[in-house]
């Protein structure tokens, strides 16, 4: 099974809007963190945002945050009043086990595009 | 801010040529990386390394691959004999030991291979 799914391939939303990328994990460790990183065409990894598997809230990041919903497996970024510089990849991730240097398991990907 | 550097940013060798990929981890990181994206598919992980060894490696990381870091601030991947299918944008990444949970990556290199 995959570690991480992203379903949406590509999405677009009108610059201002908010738009929800979705993202279901699936491990059967207790201690985990989920990740999301944004691809621009320029091929770099920015990193958003990061939820724990024991925060008892949602992780937020200026106009990033992340819906958490664990018995659902699922942790969606939410990026509110889209700008036309958020068009990129967007990847989600997830560290299984403890806070150590274990690999990072990445989904396939959501392209976004805002449109003006 | 510190960042994660790599060099160079984009490498083109022959089928069967050595190649090696160099990256300099933020100073206090103490975990170190490299992932591997072939263009238009998702970031696999390759190998991790702390303490001057490997902690974990994938079913990708065979024989033809190796790390070192020679001199306590570069780290390096080596592809000993390339195939058309290495080519791929290499991602190092970093981390800190301890609290917040990210990896740094750096800009990646993107090795073609013909």
């Known amino acids: 099974a995959q570690k991480i799914t992203q379903t949406q391939p590509g999405m677009f939303v009108q610059e201002k809007e908010a738009v929800t990328l979705d993202c279901t994990y699936d491990?059967?460790?207790?201690?985990?963190?989920l990740f999301w990183y944004k691809q621009p065409s320029s091929g770099e990894m920015i990193f958003l945002i990061y939820?724990?598997?024991?925060?008892?809230q949602n992780a937020t990041e200026g106009r990033y945050s992340l819906n958490f919903q664990k018995a659902r497996k699922s942790a969606n970024l939410v990026i509110s009043a889209s700008q036309l510089g958020d068009s990129a990849m967007y990847f989600c991730?997830?560290?299984?086990?403890?806070?150590?240097?274990?690999?990072?398991?990445f989904g396939t990907g959501t392209s976004l595009t805002v449109i003006p | 801010e510190p960042e994660v550097t790599q060099t160079p940013s984009h490498q083109v060798t022959q089928m069967g040529q050595e190649v090696i990929l160099r990256c300099v981890p933020i100073?206090?990181?103490?975990?170190f990386y490299w992932y591997r994206q072939i263009l238009g598919q998702k970031v696999e992980f390759l190998v991790s390394?702390?303490?001057?060894?490997?902690?974990?490696k994938s079913e990708i990381f065979d024989d033809q691959f190796s790390v070192e870091r020679p001199d306590g601030s570069n780290f390096t991947l080596k592809i000993r004999s390339t195939k058309l299918e290495d080519s791929a944008m290499y991602f190092c990444?970093?981390?800190?030991?301890?609290?917040?949970?990210?990896?740094?990556f750096g800009p990646g290199t993107r090795l073609t291979v013909l």
């Open positions: 991730a997830m560290r299984e086990g403890p806070d150590t240097g274990n690999q990072f398991y």
């Open positions: 100073s206090n990181h103490l975990y």
């Open positions: 939820q724990g598997s024991y925060d008892q």
């Open positions: 990444a970093s981390r800190r030991r301890q609290g917040y949970g990210e990896q740094f």
């Open positions: 491990t059967s460790d207790p201690s985990y963190g």
């Open positions: 390394f702390y303490n001057n060894e490997i902690s974990e």
